[in-house]
C-alpha cells in the first residue's frame, strides 16, 4: 500500500496547546501520541511538535473597520485555535482520517526545495564564508599556502590596488605577466572580472605569485569591451609555454597554475560541427593543441564550465543549454569546474555535462556566488567557482611542485588529487551536475603530513660524526630525493595511480620530517640558527 | 570572424614571417605580423598564424597539395567573453 506524507489539522485539546505554547526550545518539544487519532494505517510523527493556527473571530457590524471591510479577527485564545502534526497516511486511509472528529483536514505535506542561485540573485554569505567552506587555516596549518607558485590569471587584467584595498593585497611578477598591447600595465587593469578572479583565488593562495595575462583586454575586440577572440588566447598560451619552459636557477618557480574564467556562450560563435575549422568539438584546433601544449609542459590549467544550466541559463546562451562546455572548457587535460553556492547547492546557471572534447565534465565544483572581491554584489558565475578551486591547486603545489619527469606530481596526479579527495553530493560518484563532487580543503589539507623542521644530525648522524675530524664552513649537502619515476612505472597502472601520501612523503624527505619521528627541540635548534653540523650531541 | 588561424606542420627552426608568406603565397598585409608565429604543439611542429579571411581561398589551394592532416589547416577564432557574473 503506497504511503502519503499529510498534513493533519487537529481540533484544540489541552495537550496540543501545551506542547504548541511551551516556552520549551522547538528541538525538545515532542508530540504527545494520546492527543492524535489512533486509526490502523496512520503514523504520526513524533519528533514533530504540534504548531497552533490561530483561530478567526467573526466581527460584529459594529466593530468591522470602516476602511478596510476587514470582517475577521484572529484569536488569541487557545481553545479558538487548531492544530498542525505531521503523519504519514496508507492511501486508503486518508478519508477515514479526515472524517475523524478530532481532525479539521488532511492536507498534501509536499516535498519542497530551495530556490536555486540564478542570475540576478543576491549573494549568499561572503569570503570568510568560502575560506572557511575550504578550511583554509587547516591548509595553512600544513604550509599549503601558495608559497612558490605562480598563478596566472587569464583574464581582463588585475588590480592590484583594489585588492589591497579590500585586505589581500598578493604578489605579482611583472616581468613574466602578459599584455596584449602597448598601453596596458600588468597589475594595473580597470577594476573588473579579472580583479574579481584574482581576489578568489588568493582565498586559498595568498602567497602565490600572481600572473596578469589580460587577454580579454584585447584590442580586437569583440560586441561588448570585455571580449576578445581565441587567437589572442593562443598568444597568451604561447607566451605562458615560453614561462613554463623557459631555463631557471635552482630554486627559481616550478609550479603554475592557471585560471580561465571564460568561454563561448552559443554555438553560433564557432563554425558548424563537422567543419574542420570548428573550434568547440576539434581536438585539433590550435587553442586546444597549445591548452595541451602547456598542461604537457607541467602547467595545472582550470577552465570555467560556463553560465549555461539549464535551471535558469546566461542570457547569452540564447537558451542552448545541452552539450554546452565548448571547446577547452572540457578539454581532457584541465580541470573543469562548476559551481556551488555556500549551503553547497549547484547554482542554477552552473553548465552541466557532458563536455564536448571529454565527456565526463565538469570535474568538481566550487563555491560561488557570495560577497567576495567587491568588484560585483556577488562574485558570482562559475568565473568565481574556478578561481576558488584554482587557489587550492595553487595551494597544493605548494608542497608538491611540479617536477619535469616526475609523473607522481605531474599536472594529470594533481588532478586526480583534486577529484578523490571533493566531497561527493548528487549521484554517487561522478555526474553531470557536480562531477566528483565539491571541492573540499579539508580532505586535500589531511592527505599531507605536518610540516616539522628537521634535525639534520638526528636524522642522519654519520654525516655529523665528521665534525669531530675537521671544521666544515659549508652546510653538508642533503641527500638526493628518490626518484618516484621508476616505481610509478612498476607499481602503478598509470601516474594518476599512485600512493599519494608516498610520493609526498618522498619528495620530501630532504627537506622535512615527520612530526612524529622528529627529534624534541629539533625546531628550536634550527631557529637558533644552528646549520649542518652544529648539533647537539654529536 | 574576420580572421582565421592558420595551423600548419613545419620542420626544423621556427619559419620567419617571411617563409609563412611564401609557404602559402600570402599577402603582407594577409598574415598578422603582430599575432607572429606560435608554437602551438613545440613536440609534433605544429604553428600557427593569423591570417585574413580573404586569403582563405588561396591558403586552402596550397593545403590540398600537402599530405592530408587534420592538424593543418584554416580554424575558427570565434569571439570569447568571461563567464560571469551571470547575465539576465
New interface residues.
Partial sequence: MAKVNVIVELRHQPSLAAAAFSTAPDAAKTLDPSSVPKIAGVSFDPTFAPAALPGLVERTAETVPYVSGQRFDLSLEPESATYIVRATVDENKVEQLAAHAAVVGVFADVEIQPTPICPGSPPLGNAADVERLLCTSALRAKGLDGTGVLLAIVDTGINLAHLAARGRPITLDAARSWVPGPSMTPGAAPVGHGTMCAFDASLAAPKATFLDIQLLRSTAGGPSPMSGVLSDAVRAYGHLCNVMLAPRRPGELRSLVVNNSWGMFHPSWDFPVGHPGNYSDNPNHPFNRIVAALEAAGADILFAAGNCGPTCPDGRCQGVTANAIYGANGHPAVLTIGGVDTTKAIVGYSTRGPGRLSRNKPDLCGFTHFQGSGVYAADGGTSAATPVVAGVVAAVRTRMPHNPGNPAVSPAAVRTLMRSTCQDLGAAGFDFDYGFGVVNGCEVARRFRVLWPFDRCQRYPWLCRLDRFERLDRPIPLPEPLDLGAEAAVGAGSPEDLDFETIVERSYAAGFEDGRKAAPGATSELSAGKKGCGCSGS | ?D???L?FRHRGPTPGVDEVRRLFDLKEAELDPD??I???????G?Y?V?VAESASERVSAVLATRPPD??E????????????????
Avoid at chain 2, 38 to 44: C, H, K, S, V
Avoid at chain 2, 73 to 87: A, D, M, S, T, Y
Fill in positions: 570572424m580572421s582565421l588561424m595551423q599575432f607572429g606560435i608554437a602551438t604543439d613545440p613536440g609534433a605544429l600557427t593569423l587534420p592538424a589547416g584554416l580554424f575558427g577564432n570565434p569571439r570569447i567573453e568571461p563567464v560571469g557574473p551571470p547575465e539576465l
